[in-house]
C-alpha cells in the first residue's frame, strides 16, 4: 500500500513562492510516475506538473515556467516549487502516484494512490 503525504500548503500574497513536499516510504519514487493535481472550489481537477520514473517532466501550460517538479530519493520526497504565485493558483493540491499505459497507441497515465491534499491560497 503506498501512501502519501503532502504538506507545505499555505496562503501568500500574489507573486509569493511555496514548495509543497509529498512524502512517502519505500521504492514509490523509483517505481511509480508521481504528479501534482490540484482543484479549485467548482472547477475540475487539473494536473499541473508530472515527472516520470526516468525524472523527465511535464507542465501543465498554466503553470509552466512557474512550477517545478522534482524528487529526492534520499528523503522519499516529491515536491512542487510554486514561484509567481496568482489568484488563480488558489487550490487544493494533490500528490498522486501511478503507473503509464499504452492505450490506443498513446502513452496514458493512471494515477491509483493520492495523498489528503493541502490547501494554497493566493491573495491579490
Known amino acids: 500500500q503506498v501512501q502519501l503525504v503532502e504538506s507545505g500548503g499555505g496562503s501568500v500574497p500574489a507573486g509569493g513562492s511555496l514548495r509543497l513536499s509529498c512524502e512517502t516510504s519505500?521504492?514509490?519514487?523509483?517505481?511509480?510516475?508521481m504528479a501534482w493535481f490540484r482543484q479549485a472550489p467548482g472547477k475540475q481537477r487539473e494536473r499541473v506538473a508530472r515527472?516520470?520514473?526516468?525524472?523527465?517532466?511535464g507542465y501543465a501550460d498554466s503553470v509552466r515556467g512557474r512550477f517545478t517538479i522534482s524528487k529526492d530519493y534520499t528523503k522519499n520526497t516529491l515536491y512542487l516549487q510554486m514561484n509567481s504565485l496568482q489568484p488563480d493558483d488558489t487550490a487544493m493540491y494533490y500528490c498522486a502516484a501511478g503507473d503509464r499505459i499504452v492505450d490506443g497507441g498513446t502513452w496514458t497515465y493512471e494515477y491509483d494512490y493520492w495523498g489528503q491534499g493541502t490547501q494554497v491560497t493566493v491573495s491579490s
Open positions: 515527472i516520470d520514473t526516468d525524472g523527465s517532466a
Open positions: 519505500g521504492d514509490t519514487y523509483r517505481s511509480y510516475y
